[in-house]
Every structure is written in structure tokens, then in C-alpha cells.
């Protein structure tokens, strides 16, 4: 296989358990990519393979380290515990966003819900959606217990 259309990949301990658990809520073709990825393709390759799947996927894979390429040391949530606030530097505003509004909404339901969605809508940058996530995490304990936060923790990539 040419080597100039990048590198091989591998689902990380992350990326199994977001198989897995599905954990994440990821669009179609990324779930997909993530199933099928392996080293016998690159990831250029298997992008071309999973219909529907667009750079974008893979790069979201990469980021919420799901995939590491073959050739890189073993991703840090593989090799160490990482924190809530370490685990939020690696979102997106636009996912960060989606993700917490979807899990008020699940949690607490719309009405309950109201004031941490209008917190989230109100953010005018990505730290400030991250202090949100921290308080959310801190209410989904106060309200449901440790063991929901610490799922809920697991999903943002905390360990």
C-alpha cells in the first residue's frame, strides 16, 4: 500500500470502549470508520472505504482519540488517568455544545433542564462552555449520585 496516503491507524482503549458503550454520540459515518478501522488500510484509504465518511470523521476519531496512528506512542488516556478539566481540552466548542445540551435534555429533562441549556447556549467561548461542563458534571452528581457523574465524566473522556 503507497505510504503517501498516510498513516495506518488503531482504535485506542477509547475508541473499544466508545464501540463499546458508545459512549460519545458520534454521526454515522464516524461509528462506522470507527468500526472498520484497523491497520490494514490508511486512514486515507479507509475513508475512501466507509461510505458516507469524510476526513472530518477521521479527524474526529484522532481528536477524541479514538484512533492513533500506528507509528504513535500509546495516547495519554491509555497510559495514564486523566482528568475531567484534561479531558475537556480535547473537545470542540460545536461538540462540546451538542453533546452537553443532548445529555441536559437526557438527564434532567427540558424543563428541569432550562437553566444549564441557557448556561450552554450563553457561552461565548470554549472555556466558558468547559467551566459549564464542570458544573453540570457537579449537578448530574448532587442530583443522581456518584456512579451517573462518573459515567458521565467517562463520556467527556475522564478516567
Given amino acids: 500500500m503507497d505510504d503517501k496516503l498516510g498513516p495506518r491507524y488503531r482504535r485506542t482503549k477509547a475508541g473499544r470502549a466508545q464501540f463499546r458503550e458508545q459512549t460519545v454520540p ?7 470508520l470507527l ?3 484497523d491497520e490494514s488500510h490508511t ?17 474526529q ?3 477524541m482519540r479514538f484512533v492513533a496512528a500506528l507509528d504513535s506512542p500509546i495516547p495519554a488516556e491509555d497510559a ?23 445529555e441536559v435534555r ?10 444549564m441549556i ?26 443522581h449520585g456518584s456512579d451517573p457523574a462518573a459515567r458521565l ?3 467527556l473522556g475522564a478516567n
Fill in 26 to 32: 458520534l454521526s454515522r459515518p464516524a461509528r462506522n
Fill in 80 to 102: 495514564r488517568r486523566q482528568t475531567l478539566n484534561e479531558a475537556l481540552q480535547r473537545w470542540g466548542y460545536d461538540e462540546l455544545s451538542k453533546f452537553l445540551t443532548a
Fill in 106 to 115: 437526557e438527564r434532567f429533562g427540558l424543563l428541569r433542564g432550562y437553566g
Fill in 43 to 59: 486512514g486515507a484509504q479507509w475513508v475512501q472505504l466507509v461510505q458516507g465518511s469524510s476526513a472530518a470523521d477521521l479527524s
Fill in 118 to 143: 441557557l448556561k450552554i447556549e450563553g457561552c461565548s467561548g470554549l472555556d466558558e462552555l468547559r467551566a459549564v461542563a464542570v458544573k453540570f458534571v457537579e449537578s448530574v452528581q448532587k442530583s
Fill in 153 to 155: 465524566c467517562r463520556q
Fill in 35 to 37: 468500526l472498520m478501522i
Fill in 61 to 63: 476519531l484522532i481528536s
